[in-house]
Each structure stands twice: as C-alpha cells, then as structure tokens.
C-alpha cells in the first residue's frame, strides 16, 4: 500500500465518521438541533478538521443527502440487476427504495413536522441535489432504447413523491409506478 492511498483511507474513514454521527444527531434531536460541536463530540474529529473536511453546515447536510442518495441509487442497482427485464426490475427496485425510505432515519427526521427547512430544500427544491443525481444515475442502469428521459424522469419523480410524501401503503405505489413505467413501452 502506497502512502498516498494510506491518506485517503483515513481521509475517507474520517468523513464517514462525520457522517454516521450527523445521521445518528439528525435523527435524534433533528437537523435543526445538528452543531459542529455536537458532530466533532460524537464523531471523535476535532471541530476544526469538520470545517476543513465538509466545510459549513449546510455542506455537511449536502454530505449526508448525498450519501443517503448513492445508499437508494446502491439499491437501486442491486434491484434492476437482479432482474431480467425493466418491467420486473423497476418495481423491485421501487419497492426497495420506498421500503428503505420509511425506514431511513434521515428522511424521516427531515419529514418531521417543524424541523429546519435545510435538508428539506435539498431533497425538493435543489433540482440537483437529488432528481438531477438520481435520475442521470437511474438512466445510466437501464437499457438506452428503453429509457428514455420521459420516463426516467416520471418514474424518479413518483418515487421522490411517494417517499416525500406517503399516502398510500408501498404495493400500491409500486403498482402505480410501474404502470406508468410501462406506459412509456
């Protein structure tokens, strides 16, 4: 092993650190509540090093989003390659990601009614904070005659609204999906 990559390593292990101790504070006391302080006492980082990693808060929260992004567009791609076909593939894939978004602690901190408006804004007005990202990364893992931008688009957005904002049980918004994914077929 190189130096070079000895140094990256622990550059590496020091974010997640930052990260799994944002996560574990966001998801306790909300993101509203998240300090410097409170993520280097959790973390074991020193403060300073927190601003020299991530930089602000607010690129702390982006950090968290974007980790939390590559964990759904993970299993995402764990779902549409375990599958044959688009039309089996997307369903799985949309129940994974809506099944793991109920549980995951970071969305449903950032649900909460009176929470700081930080992480929300990441998640629904940002474009490329989290359609721009999901939806390039989703075109990427399907067959380019079938994916068209339409559709990847449609299916990204209903599965973002179904996660935002649940209002039916995960087998029906997987139905729904996926009808109007093979609606573009």
């Not at 997640?16 to 006391?29: H, N």
């Not at 299993?75 to 375990?82: H, K, N, P, R, S």
């Not at 068209?148 to 973002?160: G, K, Q, S, Y």
Request: no cysteine; net charge negative.
């Amino acid at each position: 092993m190189s130096v070079p990559a000895f140094y990256a390593e622990l550059r590496e292990l020091r974010l997640q650190r930052l990260l799994d101790a944002s996560v574990e504070i966001v998801a306790e006391v909300g993101w509203d509540a998240l300090s410097m302080t409170a993520v280097s006492k959790r973390s074991g980082v020193p403060r300073q090093s927190i601003y020299k990693e991530v930089g602000t808060k607010a690129d702390l929260g982006r950090a968290v989003v974007d980790r939390e992004v590559r964990r759904f567009l993970a299993v995402t791609a764990e779902q549409l390659a375990a599958h044959p076909d688009l039309e089996s593939g997307l369903p799985a894939a949309a129940r994974q990601v809506l099944e793991q978004g109920r549980a995951n602690p970071v969305l449903q901190s950032v649900l909460r009614l009176g929470q700081d408006t930080g992480l929300l804004a990441l998640l629904t007005v940002h474009p490329d904070a989290v359609l721009g990202q999901v939806t390039a990364a989703v075109t990427a893992l399907l067959p380019p005659e079938r994916a068209t931008e339409a559709m990847v688009d449609t299916v990204v957005r209903l599965m973002i609204s179904h996660l935002v904002q649940p209002t039916v049980p995960v087998d029906d918004a997987v139905e729904r999906i996926s009808r109007v994914a093979a609606a573009y077929a």
